[in-house]
């Protein structure tokens, strides 16, 4: 393959005006299987912004020598990174341990009582708890290449969990099992759904993980865009296309099941669960179960990805209690802020520009005088607010947009690092309780709604109470209030002094009628789940902490990337068991 960088086009460039540019530089020698690879927009200059593409090609003869011949440093050749899974569960070993592995002498649904055998039935099946990126990925993975993994997932399927979100934005009135932090898709699935990473795609896996999403139903620019995106309203979509390939390759994925112990038993680990009795007796509009409609089963496995999700904290404190090494890690809390989307373009694109390329984005840090850093984290362009709490009596806000990115307003969280001292104790669940803490403060000081506040009124410390020259852009109830005292003052501190900064890389950035509302403290797990190079648990092993919530990752992509890899490591284990 050749590769061609710096194509330089306008932003209403056709394909021919990629396969004119392409020509000119190859001398007109044939080539097939063009192909787009990466597409970023340049507004350095902005008299002058475009976009800036790279594409492969396929020439029809000598690649070597036409690239020695055309002499140009954008015209190179290229291998394309390839990822592909390692391990495959052959026909051999199926027929082998059939009965051992998979034996499936039930069929029936999880929880009815009628099913007891369904425990061993199941006992040396892969086990996966939780539906996000890294868990679907994972069971992706494993069920594609014969292993047949058995998911369970403590909230909802994606159709139900997006009414109940609907309702709590509506009413208030909040499922803890189904929320935009529980249920299929994970946190990620009411997001913007950025598929970006700050990590080098060595071995390709960011690559396939972007392609597999395409494959599910997103956007092709996502394979090939510096800064892909889904959107909310297609991430549903392609869950739903993710959990029927998983089931279609001899996996299971069971929804409101959630972990509630784990015990070893001599070579495995018994998973209690809790489940509902018989789902197909229950409205499906039900937002949560009657206790009389659930029960705790036992679930026997060797191998289980825990990828539990950040904001599992009851969860976090079962396994600490079960001799699980934990220890608190580096996180960041802080504000959204809102701008008019077009307020936001024509800063960055320029008045000439500023409706001619997609919403947007931006990415800022700065230094404060305190010490702290203040970094802009989950930029929405043309989003919303949304509340994203999961707990009752505790606030929490997130970023979401849609694939069109078509709101009247961008946000963005401004967030600040905290810090080992910052935490009161050493126990690593105590940096549990201070994101509670702080969580419980903001609803309390919105008495249940997201509470919302002038920039300018920040600034001061007062409450506000009119809204300036802008509207917010919010999913859930919200009422004007202060927020300033409501965060430790080394936070506000940082974030005021930040947002001046910022003015100065966006025009009019610290605009008094900016919106700012909160608290924004889901930005990572907390705690940091210790595992060996094997990506196991040291004192458990065939358990793998995995993704976001275990502290391995920050985001879609990177947690999908390690429920890979653990994967991996999972049906390495399987397989040598197997041949041993």
Same mark, same amino acid.
């Given at each position: 393959?050749?590769?061609?960088?710096?194509?330089?086009?306008?932003?209403?460039?056709?394909?021919?005006?990629?396969?004119?540019?392409?020509?000119? @530089?190859?001398?007109?020698? =044939?080539?097939?299987?063009?192909?787009?690879?990466?597409?970023?927009?340049?507004?350095?200059?902005?008299?002058?912004?475009?976009?800036?593409?790279?594409?492969?090609?396929?020439?029809?003869?000598?690649?070597?020598?036409?690239?020695?011949?055309?002499?140009?440093?954008?015209?190179?050749?290229?291998?394309?990174?390839?990822?592909?899974?390692?391990?495959?569960?052959?026909?051999?070993?199926?027929?082998?341990?059939?009965?051992?592995?998979?034996?499936?002498?039930?069929?029936?649904?999880?929880?009815?009582?009628?099913?007891?055998?369904?425990?061993?039935?199941?006992?040396?099946?892969?086990?996966?708890?939780?539906?996000?990126?890294?868990?679907?990925?994972?069971?992706?993975?494993?069920?594609?290449?014969?292993?047949?993994? &058995? @998911?369970?997932?403590?909230?909802?399927?994606?159709?139900?969990?997006?009414?109940?979100?609907?309702?709590?934005?509506?009413?208030?009135?909040?499922?803890?099992?189904?929320?935009?932090?529980?249920?299929?898709?994970?946190?990620?699935?009411?997001?913007?759904?950025?598929?970006?990473? +700050?990590?080098?795609?060595?071995?390709?896996?960011?690559?396939?993980?972007?392609?597999?999403?395409?494959?599910?139903?997103?956007?092709?620019?996502?394979?090939?865009?510096?800064?892909?995106?889904?959107?909310?309203?297609?991430?549903?979509?392609?869950?739903?296309?993710?959990?029927?390939?998983?089931?279609?390759?001899?996996?299971?994925?069971?929804?409101?099941?959630?972990?509630?112990?784990?015990? !070893?038993?001599?070579?495995?680990?018994?998973?209690?669960?809790?489940?509902?009795?018989?789902?197909?007796?229950?409205?499906?509009?039900?937002?949560?179960?009657?206790?009389?409609?659930?029960?705790?089963?036992?679930?026997?496995?060797?191998?289980?990805?825990?990828?539990?999700?950040?904001?599992?904290?009851?969860?976090?404190?079962?396994?600490?209690?079960?001799?699980?090494?934990? =220890?608190?890690?580096?996180?960041?809390?802080?504000?959204?802020?809102?701008?008019?989307?077009?307020?936001?373009?024509?800063?960055?694109?320029?008045?000439?520009? !500023?409706?001619?390329?997609?919403?947007?984005?931006?990415?800022?840090?700065?230094?404060?005088?305190?010490?702290?850093?203040?970094?802009?984290?989950?930029?929405?362009?043309?989003?919303?607010? &949304?509340?994203?709490?999961? =707990?009752?009596?505790?606030?929490? &806000?997130?970023?979401?947009?849609?694939? !069109?990115?078509?709101?009247?307003?961008?946000?963005?969280?401004? &967030?600040?690092?905290?810090?080992?001292?910052?935490?009161?104790?050493?126990?690593?669940?105590?940096?549990? %309780?201070?994101?509670?803490?702080?969580?419980?403060?903001?609803?309390?000081?919105?008495?249940?709604?997201?509470?919302?506040?002038?920039?300018?009124?920040?600034?001061?410390?007062?409450?506000?109470?009119?809204?300036?020259?802008?509207?917010?852009?919010?999913?859930?109830?919200?009422?004007?209030?202060?927020?300033?005292?409501?965060?430790?003052?080394?936070?506000?501190?940082?974030?005021?002094?930040?947002?001046?900064?910022?003015?100065?890389?966006?025009?009019?950035?610290?605009? +008094?009628?900016?919106? @700012?509302?909160?608290? %924004?403290?889901?930005?990572?797990?907390?705690?940091?789940?210790?595992?060996?190079?094997?990506?196991?648990?040291?004192?458990?092993?065939?358990?793998?902490?995995?993704?976001?919530?275990?502290?391995?990752?920050?985001?879609?992509?990177?947690?999908?990337?390690?429920?890979?890899?653990?994967?991996? !490591?999972?049906?390495?284990?399987?397989?040598?068991?197997?041949?041993?």
């Amino acid at each position: 393959m050749i590769r061609i960088d710096n194509i330089n086009l306008p932003p209403d460039y056709t394909t021919e005006d990629i396969k004119k540019h392409i020509d000119k @530089l190859l001398k007109h020698n =044939e080539y097939t299987d063009l192909k787009i690879v990466r597409r970023s927009v340049d507004a350095r200059k902005k008299d002058n912004v475009h976009y800036n593409v790279s594409a492969e090609v396929k020439l029809k003869g000598n690649e070597e020598k036409l690239v020695r011949f055309v002499n140009n440093k954008n015209v190179t050749l290229t291998k394309p990174k390839k990822y592909s899974f390692p391990y495959q569960f052959s026909e051999q070993y199926s027929k082998q341990f059939s009965e051992q592995l998979f034996d499936d002498s039930t069929e029936q649904k999880i929880g009815k009582k009628s099913e007891s055998a369904l425990s061993e039935s199941k006992i040396y099946r892969p086990v996966i708890i939780g539906a996000g990126p890294a868990g679907y990925f994972a069971a992706t993975v494993l069920a594609e290449n014969g292993f047949r993994p &058995v @998911l369970f997932e403590r909230g909802r399927a994606v159709e139900e969990r997006k009414k109940d979100v609907e309702t709590f934005w509506e009413t208030g009135k909040l499922s803890p099992e189904s929320n935009v932090s529980f249920g299929e898709g994970g946190a990620g699935t009411f997001s913007d759904g950025k598929l970006n990473t +700050g990590n080098k795609d060595k071995d390709g896996i960011f690559k396939y993980i972007n392609e597999t999403f395409y494959r599910f139903g997103a956007d092709e620019s996502v394979t090939y865009d510096s800064k892909p995106h889904i959107g909310t309203d297609r991430l549903t979509t392609i869950m739903k296309n993710m959990r029927e390939n998983i089931i279609k390759n001899g996996g299971e994925i069971h929804f409101e099941s959630c972990l509630k112990d784990i015990e !070893k038993c001599d070579d495995y680990y018994v998973l209690k669960l809790d489940v509902l009795k018989d789902p197909e007796d229950l409205e499906l509009d039900a937002v949560k179960a009657d206790i009389k409609h659930r029960e705790i089963i036992e679930i026997k496995a060797r191998e289980v990805i825990l990828s539990i999700g950040h904001s599992a904290r009851d969860t976090f404190k079962m396994l600490y209690e079960k001799g699980f090494l934990m =220890e608190q890690k580096p996180f960041a809390i802080g504000l959204r802020i809102e701008h008019p989307r077009d307020m936001i373009n024509a800063a960055q694109y320029g008045p000439k520009y !500023k409706d001619l390329f997609p919403t947007a984005d931006y990415k800022l840090t700065y230094h404060a005088s305190n010490e702290r850093a203040v970094f802009s984290f989950c930029m929405c362009p043309g989003g919303y607010v &949304v509340n994203a709490s999961s =707990e009752e009596g505790c606030m929490t &806000v997130n970023g979401m947009s849609e694939s !069109k990115r078509d709101s009247a307003n961008s946000n963005s969280a401004l &967030v600040v690092n905290i810090l080992p001292e910052d935490i009161p104790g050493d126990d690593p669940l105590d940096a549990v %309780e201070f994101q509670r803490s702080l969580e419980k403060r903001f609803y309390e000081a919105g008495n249940g709604c997201i509470p919302l506040q002038r920039f300018e009124d920040f600034e001061k410390g007062v409450k506000t109470v009119q809204i300036g020259a802008f509207s917010p852009c919010i999913k859930g109830k919200f009422v004007l209030s202060e927020l300033k005292s409501c965060l430790p003052e080394y936070t506000a501190d940082a974030i005021i002094e930040g947002i001046r900064y910022f003015s100065s890389k966006i025009e009019d950035f610290d605009n +008094g009628d900016a919106l @700012l509302s909160g608290i %924004e403290s889901r930005t990572s797990s907390p705690v940091r789940i210790i595992r060996n190079e094997k990506l196991e648990a040291p004192e458990h092993p065939g358990i793998y902490p995995c993704g976001e919530g275990a502290g391995y990752a920050g985001g879609i992509t990177s947690a999908a990337a390690d429920g890979i890899r653990c994967a991996e !490591k999972l049906a390495e284990k399987i397989l040598e068991r197997c041949r041993s």
